[in-house]
């Protein structure tokens, strides 16, 4: 580990150890900056071993990258934000912003489903029954096809939720402007639609959220059939 090396260390998850990576920019000096999560979810500059939460720290590899001192200046100057984001502005996102420029989460990736074609409880009844009554050759067969379908989803969720934040924006700056024009009545029609945008942000932050727990379940299960395999 190196002044400017984007890090990680693994968390826990729904009571699964490791289920997921936690970034943060090492400065050099033993403190990590990254998105602390007690309480409000803020960029903080805390210690080593805060960060690592008695996990082992790894550095991320990255083919091209800033000069540390300007990765580190980029990480001090989003300090104190409040911002955190699972879709679109996490852990990951913000150090990879640091590093490279590109604000890009690829865990996130490793989320999705296409929900238009199988409705999550569904698929988690699929699961439970097929880790446990089909043959441990076809339960893995079906559990490849449907840890292909995950790599997709996430980008047609994010794509949903950039244009809700984009409503969101939108109707707020109607809103001011009718209020500046004193249109109280198109004001308040703004904000109606402001709000609904946020409750469909709401939503589908929600349902990536399920989705990750449904990830998780799938990995747990196919692990499950290819230990009973022959």
Not at 36 to 49: N, Q, V
Not at 86 to 96: G, K, P, R, S, Y
Not at 131 to 147: D, M, S, V, Y
């Amino acid at each position: 580990m190196a002044r400017g090396d984007q890090v990680y260390s693994m968390r826990e998850l729904m009571g699964l150890s490791r289920a997921y990576e936690h970034h943060g920019i090492d400065c050099g000096d033993g403190t990590i900056i990254h998105y602390r999560k007690t309480g409000t979810a803020t960029i903080a500059r805390t210690s080593l071993d805060f960060f690592a939460q008695g996990q082992r720290v790894f550095v991320k590899a990255v083919s091209v990258s800033y000069l540390p001192d300007i990765v580190v200046q980029r990480a001090e100057s989003r300090l104190n934000e409040q911002r955190y984001d699972l879709l679109t502005n996490n852990c990951e996102h913000f150090a990879t912003w640091c590093k490279t420029g590109r604000s890009e989460s690829e865990q996130l990736a490793g989320f999705g489903l296409n929900l238009n074609q199988r409705q999550l409880p569904e698929l988690r009844r699929l699961i439970e029954g097929t880790a446990r009554n089909r043959a441990p050759e076809e339960a893995i067969t079906l559990f490849q096809k449907a840890l292909g379908d995950i790599a997709t989803a996430h980008q047609s969720l994010q794509r949903q939720y950039q244009r809700a934040q984009q409503d969101i924006d939108t109707w707020q700056r109607v809103a001011e402007v009718a209020l500046a024009r004193d249109r109280e009545d198109l004001a308040r029609a703004a904000l109606q639609r402001k709000m609904e945008a946020k409750r469909k942000r709401t939503t589908l932050t929600q349902q990536l959220a399920e989705l990750v727990e449904v990830q998780l379940s799938l990995e747990q299960n196919r692990r499950w059939s290819q230990q009973h395999l022959g």
